[in-house]
């Protein structure tokens, strides 16, 4: 009986080695970002000094302006045009559905570094001054198969005939994509633009590849604290941590609310 209970802890105690693996450098820089000296490995007394010159580094509030601004409008175009594509594609022929979610996948499966590389040329080949637009379209271009990929398969649980039910009783057509065919993939639309979102706001690999003329997010400007001790980066990274993680609970609690509502109106 004791081997038996021992054996019932042991998953538990792994799970909890596991996530303290994961979480406990992420709490020691949090704590460190309210160190009073510039050291991140001994604690001499809890200061706002490096959230202060976070924010009034004009370096920092550009980074923070540029990574914000894109991510924001690759999110928005990626999703409508990748919304827009997964629609055509359940339409389409299967060879045609074949043949594009192929081309749809070498995106994914490249490693970073190839797709970095081979945008940084193609920019090059049309003389396209590196910088906010080209950082932009980068962000555009590899969001797109995400937001595809992850609209796709709530398409392929709907009625195929829906959208033609709906012009039947009198809609247009386009009146049938957006009051009938977008309401039922409203999750995965949204869970298109979370993780594009995310992807934009992440990256560094392809960003630091396309960008020029000083033009910097917060991923590289990380990168450039990194190669000098500065504490401010804690700061930084803190602020990014509650950010995701408030966004994260309004995004699973929001919808959790409502179907409680639901239940106890019905």
Known sequence: MVGIK???????????????FFYLPIIILMIFSFNDSRSLTSWSGFSLQWYRQLFESREAMSAVTTTIT???????????????????????????????????????????????????????????????????LAHISFSIPYVILTILPKLRSLDPNLAEAAMDLGATPWQALTKVIVPQIAPGILAGALIAFTMSFDDFVISYFVTGGGVKNISILVYTMSKRINPTINALSTILVVIITIVLVIVNVIPQAKKKERVSIE
């Open 70 to 136: 894109i991510a924001v409008i690759s999110t928005l175009i990626s999703t409508f045009v990748g919304t827009i594509t997964a629609i055509g594609l359940s339409k389409s022929r299967k060879i045609i559905k074949e043949l594009v979610l192929t081309l749809n996948n070498f995106p994914i499966l490249n490693p970073e570094i190839v797709t970095a590389i081979g945008l940084m040329l193609l920019f090059s080949a049309f003389a396209i001054q590196r910088g906010f637009t080209t950082m932009l």
């Open 6 to 20: 021992q054996n019932r802890w042991l998953p538990f105690v792994i799970i909890g080695l596991t996530l303290l």
